[in-house]
């Protein structure tokens, strides 16, 4: 590896930070690390920068500064200011002497799902957004707004929902076992309240129920079932309008209604066959993605002219 020449590629999300070395496709080394509120905040570009180098110099062997020859960075809130992902991609690129790229993770993900082509993914975490890159690479994003103003269906949304019913349940509501399930979990449910007011990041916190909601639909609970049911409806709509119209007869765009799945609410199984069970009654296909957002961040320092290029911000400039 002294030899051969390496990428460091980050996705600097706001749950957690991630960054890894890779020589060609293969990762050589990787380490992990709480994440950030995101690059739109004041000062972002300095926090961003520090926590990507306090993570880098975690990778076992350290970075190897004589093969390394490049840096791609998928970072959350690059969309919310231009200014600071420029700050960002100079403050890397003269940190380590190498050619930066940083580019939001949503970006990042759709670059890495498609392999640079146009088309869209729907991203489900803790947030939920759907990005459409056409032919000419124009941007249609359709949510992606944060967990006051939006990200419905997301993991946060799900796992919301949940703690709602199990509060719902403890009053006397309609019964549901994910009361159980929180009680075992975490305790009273009359203390719901105070431990999510307690959480420095209350979106990342409900999302941690969006499991036990998973679990106990796929077990039969019917208020569970309806949530995840919610879930779907509300992220076919997000799609639907990141392809170009709500409906399949609203479609302003000659793009095919075709969409991969990514984050980590679709890695279940059991929600994924839901999700794709309603696409398919939208018309829309579901496209198996050919890699992540780590996979975008390498495809962006590898390779420059992509579809997506203007907006990129390498070396400061777009």
């Not at 000062?43 to 500064?65: K, Q, S, W, Y």
């Not at 939006?150 to 403890?170: E, F, K, Y």
């Not at 609410?265 to 059991?270: G, I, L």
């Amino acid at each position: 590896m002294e030899t051969a020449s390496v990428v460091l590629v980050a996705d600097v999300g706001k749950s957690r930070c991630r960054v890894e070395l890779r020589h060609g496709d293969e990762v050589v080394a990787s380490a992990d690390e709480h994440g950030f509120p995101g690059l739109g905040m004041d000062n972002g570009a300095r926090i961003a920068f520090e926590l990507l180098v306090d993570t880098a110099a975690m990778l076992p062997g350290g970075i190897p500064a004589s093969s390394l020859h490049g840096i791609g960075a998928a970072v959350a809130g690059v969309e919310a200011s231009a200014l600071n992902s420029r700050e960002l991609a100079v403050l890397l690129s003269e940190r380590f002497g190498v050619p930066a790229a940083v580019l939001s993770d949503a970006t990042a993900a759709q670059l890495g799902a498609l392999g640079g082509a146009p088309g869209t993914v729907l991203i489900v975490g803790t947030g939920a957004v759907a990005f459409r890159f056409d032919d000419a690479g124009n941007l249609h994003r359709a949510d992606g707004w944060g967990p006051l103003l939006g990200d419905r269906g997301s993991g946060r949304w799900i796992g919301q929902r949940g703690l709602q019913s199990v509060l719902q349940a403890h009053d006397g509501g309609t019964a549901t076992s994910l009361l159980a399930a929180a009680t075992a979990l975490l305790g009273s449910p009359g203390q719901l309240p105070a431990w999510l007011a307690g959480s420095d990041n209350p979106a990342r916190t409900m999302a941690r129920f969006a499991p036990v909601v998973l679990r106990e639909a796929e077990a039969g609970d019917a208020v569970a079932r309806g949530i995840l049911d919610e879930a779907c409806e509300l992220l076919v709509h997000t799609v639907a309008l990141a392809s170009g119209g709500a409906v399949p007869e609203a479609s302003a765009s000659d793009a095919p209604r075709r969409v991969a799945l990514v984050g980590g609410v679709v890695k279940s199984e059991f929600f994924r066959g839901l999700l794709h069970n309603a696409l398919a009654s939208a018309g829309i296909e579901v496209v198996a993605p050919l890699g992540d957002g780590m996979d975008g961040a390498a495809l962006a320092v590898n390779r420059s002219g992509l579809l997506q290029e203007r907006y990129i911000h390498r070396d400061g400039r777009i």
